[in-house]
């Protein structure tokens, strides 16, 4: 069965300072694969998505990146964060094509 | 372009009863999927159901049941006898044009109470 892991659960950064947050899929290939932030009690921004090794399309620009370096591994960074980027980040992937997501526990970034 | 609209940003229920979560979408296309999430207090969004354009039969799973209408672009989410362990926010989503991203619904937020 597939499965979808992300780490760190919670973080507390300070502002200025980097960011990394990894994603991993086990038990798929090829997976599309998204990159969501929700700022507290509100909808869901899809941050990135990924069809494929070093294939990423930025949906919001901002001071974030993400990259795919390897088929089923996602990395959301930052260079400098800022009390903006505060919320919760969650790692999806799909099957090629139209399919439904599966989402990863997500990771909850606190800004200070 | 997609849309989705929830219209309902919160609901409060009492345990037991009967509640119809509303979704409204918006497509050109004439190939769409519509989908429905649950995100509990946890925070993970776990995947529920997914309709085809090209089915309106409806679907029934336990006390959850979907009405998917094309005349009126609804796919209307009914929790019967509710729970408390219902409560949670539930997003409503829309993939068409064979695009490889879903758009959200803002959520409906669900609270059962005892």
């Known amino acids: 069965s597939q499965t979808i892991h992300q780490w760190p659960a919670t973080l507390v950064q300070p502002v200025g300072s980097p960011l990394s947050l990894e994603c991993t899929v086990e038990?798929?290939?090829?997976?599309?694969l998204y990159w969501y932030r929700q700022a507290a009690g509100r909808g869901l921004q899809l941050l990135f998505y990924?069809?494929?090794?070093?294939?990423i399309s930025s949906e919001v620009p901002q001071n974030l990146s993400a990259s795919r370096p390897q088929d089923r591994q996602f990395i959301l960074s930052s260079k400098k964060l800022l009390l903006s980027d505060s919320g919760f980040y969650l790692c999806?992937?799909?099957?090629?094509?139209?399919?439904?997501?599966?989402f990863g526990p997500g990771t909850r970034l606190t800004v200070t | 372009a997609q849309k989705v609209t929830q219209a309902q940003t919160e609901i409060s229920v009492v345990e037991k009863e009967d509640v119809t979560l509303d979704c409204v979408y918006e497509?050109?296309?004439?190939?769409?999927?519509l989908f429905w999430y649950k995100q509990p207090p946890s925070g993970e969004l776990v995947f529920l159901i997914r309709?085809?354009?090209?089915?309106?039969q409806n679907e029934i799973s336990g006390r959850y049941s979907w009405n998917f209408q094309k005349s009126t672009s609804s796919f209307n989410f009914t929790i019967t006898a509710s729970q408390v362990v219902d409560s949670a926010v539930y997003f409503c989503?829309?993939?068409?044009?064979?695009?490889?991203?879903?758009?959200f619904g803002t959520g409906t937020k669900l609270q059962v109470i005892p």
């Open positions: 497509t050109r296309d004439t190939t769409y999927y």
């Open positions: 038990g798929t290939s090829n997976p599309n």
């Open positions: 999806a992937w799909s099957v090629r094509g139209v399919g439904e997501q599966y």
């Open positions: 989503a829309l993939n068409s044009g064979g695009y490889q991203k879903v758009t």
């Open positions: 309709r085809n354009s090209f089915d309106e």
């Open positions: 990924s069809v494929g090794i070093g294939q």
